[in-house]
Each structure stands twice: as C-alpha cells, then as structure tokens.
C-alpha cells in the first residue's frame, strides 16, 4: 500500500473504533490515568505549565485532561468528529480548552494564525501510526505553527508481544503493518511502527536541539522531547 493509502486504513480505524477507545486503552478516569502514567507526565510538567499547547490526535481527550490541568490553554486536534464527540462528554479542570476537527498532516488547513503559534506540541500514540517517509515533511510542516524556541513532545509505545501478529509484515518502506480488528468484527491494517531512539535522533537532530529521550520499561513508553530548532 501507499502511504496515502496507509494514512486511509488508519483513519477508517480510528474513526470506527471510537466508541471502544477507552475499554481498548483501559482508561478509567483522568486521576487513576495520572496515578499510572505519573512517571512520564513527572518528565513533562515543567514544560506544560501555563503554556499555549496543540495537541495532535487527541482522540477521545484522555491525555487532553492530564494537558488542560496544566497548560494556559489547549487546542485539542483530531481528524475524527466521532473521537472529538466523546472527547467533548469528558469534563476539564480550565475552560481554555477547543477541541477542533483537523489533519495532522495539513494543519495549516484547519489552524490560522489567530489560533497560535503554540508554545508546545504534544502527540500521543501518533509517532507510530506515521508512514516513515511523511516523518520529516511532517516535522517541518508542524514547526511552522510554532514559536521558536517551542517544544515538541512525542509520547508512544515500545514493542509488546498483543501487537506482533502472525499476519503482520514490514513494507517496502520498512513500516510494520499490523491487523487489528474491532468488536464488530472489522479489520484494518494499521502502520504501527516502533522506532529506535537512534531513528528519532536522526529526524529530530536536524530540526530541534536539547534533544531528550526516555523509556519507562514497565508502562512500554518511550517519550521524546526537543527544543525547536
């Protein structure tokens, strides 16, 4: 498949799987989510606070929760009105949160600039889900939107054994391709890459400085941060 046609499969996915997010996730509420994922949200905070944050593929507003509690106001993103509608039935600790229907990879489509620029992007559970070849025209594209000086932080998965299927193989390109298959018994192949840190150093390095990069081994997460170059 293409990478157009990959980015396609994806959004049917996640468009159809919105009304099973949370029980997929195992998401509970915001506080138990906080309690859990404490050790990563510990290695952002600092940059978070009072700060104009665009979320990226904000899905049905989990991680936007953890965001409004401390960011001086967050525009919430997602290319699915369905994730969107159940993000919106969720509550906020700060009415400086939108929540806007728009492509990651044509926001300049969607955010003008009365909306920013933003001081700090965060996107979770998105680096995976990019075909590699868009990575970088992605990056570029993005930092437009942004202040100099912002910061980019990208939160995702290191590989665990419910994602290598047996009908699972790597594309020309070298993005993994997993089946997933929803409650209804639909199914999508999805990319689900799992990149080293020495391939999001080789993207990043180019574009932004005081580069960080963290795994916490028990919640398979790997969390990258940088300073906009």
């Avoid at 910061?151 to 997993?178: F, Q, R």
Wanted: with cysteine; charged share 20%; aromatic share 10%.
């Amino acid at each position: 498949m293409s990478a157009d046609d990959l980015i396609r499969q994806m959004h049917a996915y996640y468009r159809d799987c919105a009304p099973w997010h949370d029980d997929y996730m195992s998401y509970t509420d915001n506080a138990s989510m906080e309690a859990l994922l404490g050790p990563i949200i510990d290695l952002i905070e600092v940059d978070l606070v009072g700060k104009r944050i665009l979320e990226l593929a904000c899905g049905t507003g989990n991680w936007t929760q953890v965001l409004v509690k401390r960011a001086g106001s967050v525009l919430a993103t997602d290319t699915h009105r369905s994730s969107i509608d159940l993000a919106l039935a969720k509550t906020y600790e700060s009415p400086h949160v939108e929540f806007r229907v728009a492509n990651a990879y044509r926001l300049s489509d969607f955010i003008g600039p009365e909306d920013g620029p933003f001081q700090v992007v965060f996107a979770a559970d998105w680096w995976s889900h990019m075909p590699k070849s868009l990575i970088p025209g992605f990056l570029d594209r993005l930092h437009t939107h942004l202040v100099p000086g912002a910061t980019v932080i990208m939160l995702d998965m290191t590989p665990k054994d419910s994602l290598i299927m047996p009908d699972s193989y790597y594309d020309d390109e070298g993005n993994y391709i997993h089946p997933r298959t929803l409650p209804n018994g639909k199914q999508y192949f999805v990319v689900k890459n799992f990149p080293s840190e020495q391939e999001l150093y080789a993207v990043v390095s180019p574009r932004g400085s005081q580069i960080e990069y963290h795994e916490n081994h028990p919640l398979r997460r790997w969390l990258l941060k940088y300073v906009v170059a």
